[in-house]
């Protein structure tokens, strides 16, 4: 029997599980944002490394532990750049925590953006739910900014900008998977979420804090950036996105210029119709939705309210839409509109992917109300047919 167990032992050692390729989480640096710049001739790739020490813990944390660290430099491609970061890195730098992309208008320009979405794309262990914004101010200032009360960076605007879209859906968060369809589809246009920083916010007196903050949107296409639309004129795009929740207007009521009123808008349906009469194009655009009264003055006419709620929106819908035709954009897709619905008619009139376009290209704007909500009933102060 002794002899047996010898001979078999030797084999058995064979068959046990080991560890010994093991990637070991503690010793490891994990990338969890990255920006790409492109600064004369060369690109400048900024890695953000997440603290996961302050994540996903019960127990209080430390106010002290770094949330993250930035690290950075250039090269003449990204991969360049990025395998002379891994000289200087003292541990295994891992990429499947990557939450998003952040690009500046200089690395979009001409042929460059396709260049930096390829790496990305090609990269394994980088994962299509990737958000893609862009910016025009500096990358490093933007991935050094934190979330307000001292919050994980997990929760941070860039990496989960759905947590305020039930506030307001000012602009369409778009990740790397609907980036490369938007590029792939008519128009081959896609509106990138525009971040820049805000130093509104303040934590002490003497110590003011920034955060980001979407004020518009930046338009890239197969050939590079096209332009950049922002503030009050892009206040359009939020009602051709389809979104149902898109927050507020403000519109004036009655004769007296100083007397405003804000509205909030939910439960929105869209629906785009192209028009074609011979070899003409037009479309037709029907929206409808909710109204909800915030605070206002005196007793309000429903009537009076549905016309200036349609008013406000449609202004908002023409302003947004001539931004993107000075920018030679279609903004609203209206060209995937007509592919949808004629593809022949589409084949017939469109030049790389993209339909002419004028102002009288959207013929009819129809804004219905279905319900004005006034909240609740505090004051005597009513909304009356």
Known sequence: MIRVFLL????????????????????????????????????????????????????????DAT???????????????????YRSADQEIYWGQM???????????????????DTFTRFRETRYQIYVHCTSDSIEEILLVTPILNKPLDNSKLSTPLNTNTLEAFTKPVDLRKLIIGLNEPSHEVAL?????????????????TETAINGVCVISKDGFKGAITNNLVGGNRWMTGQKNLGNITFNIGDNESNYITVDIEKLNLEVLPIVKGNQVTFEID????????????????????KGIAKKVKEEIKTTYEEGLNLDVDIYRLSEYLYRDNVKMWKRIENDGKIPLTKDSISKITINVNKILSGRKVFQDSVGE
Request: charged fraction near 20%; include cysteine; aromatic fraction near 12%.
């Open 8 to 63: 078999i032992s030797p084999f058995t050692l064979f068959l046990l599980t080991g560890c010994w390729d093991i990637r070991e989480p503690q010793k490891m640096h994990y990338v969890y944002g990255v920006g790409v710049d492109y600064i004369d001739n060369q690109y400048v790739i900024y890695l953000q490394f997440i603290n996961f020490s302050n994540i996903a813990k019960s127990e209080k944390t430390s106010s």
């Open 67 to 85: 949330p993250s660290e930035i690290a950075h430099a250039k090269g003449k491609t990204i991969e360049e750049a990025i395998y002379k970061l």
């Open 99 to 117: 939450a998003y992309l952040l690009l500046s208008e200089d690395a979009l320009k001409s042929e460059l953006a396709n260049s930096v979405l």
């Open 193 to 209: 979420s525009l971040v820049s920083i805000n130093k509104n916010w303040v934590t002490e007196k003497e110590n003011p804090s």
């Open 287 to 306: 929206i409808d939705f909710e109204a909800i009264l915030n605070g206002f003055k005196g007793n309000l006419n429903v009537n009076e309210l549905e």
